[in-house]
């Protein structure tokens, strides 16, 4: 069972990225947050951008769409090459059809869930995920406290993948911390999205820091 440790880039110089990304090439995934100002009232990097990022980046992309009708858009960041594509729940039409367009293209399917969401109707669906993301904060901004009153919905999404046997990573972003990460990989997350611990220090340092906080917690549960 390996750690991840995904940078959330929100938090990177952006007139810099393609050295920010060097900074972070330690890590397993760069995080792309995507907002469209419409599902979230933030704006950040639409699909121009993040084909430039997947050419420079010395690690895999994982896109997370914090956008309205990712049955439409989703595709297209699959086809840039990125590793992941993640979409959210209360976005999509239908959940099932575009997880499979997107595993076609050659991405890793990804479905993420506000924390007010309830993940209990998405249970029976699993298998058609290689990635469920558990928001620990309202999506749209970075810098956020971590919400633990999540961590129920997180034991429940690991119990019922432990089951199922998939191999499903089970992905926490919003106030990700040495730690909260603690908080996290005991509760079954295995993929941590860590955004302004990991870019304000010695990028390095923090990942190393953070994955060493997370195992030591997964492997006590």
Request: proline residues 6%; charged residues 20%.
């Amino acid at each position: 069972m390996s750690t991840r440790i995904n940078p959330s880039i929100l938090a990177a110089d952006f007139a810099n990225f393609e050295r920010e990304l060097g900074r972070i090439s330690t890590a397993d995934l760069a995080h792309v947050d995507v907002m469209d100002n419409h599902f979230v009232p933030n704006l950040t990097f639409g699909l121009p951008m993040v084909e430039r990022l997947q050419q420079v980046s010395p690690i895999p992309l994982d896109v997370h769409l914090m956008i309205d009708d990712p049955d439409r858009w989703a595709p297209g960041y699959a086809e840039t090459g990125a590793f992941s594509v993640t979409f959210h729940a209360e976005a999509a039409a239908d959940p099932v059809a575009l997880a499979r367009t997107l595993r076609s293209i050659g991405a890793r399917a990804g479905l993420a869930v506000k924390p007010g969401t309830d993940v209990a109707d998405y249970l029976p669906i699993l298998a058609e995920f290689d990635q469920i993301l558990v928001m620990t904060v309202e999506p749209g901004f970075g810098g956020q406290s971590f919400d633990q009153s999540t961590m129920p919905k997180l034991q429940l999404l690991s119990e019922a993948v432990k089951k199922s046997g998939l191999d499903i990573w089970l992905q926490v972003d919003g106030g990700i911390t040495a730690e909260t990460i603690q908080i996290a990989a005991a509760a079954g997350a295995d993929t941590f999205v860590a955004g302004s611990s990991v870019f304000r220090g010695e990028p390095a340092e923090q990942i190393a820091l953070l994955r060493a906080a997370a195992n030591e917690h997964r492997h006590a549960h």
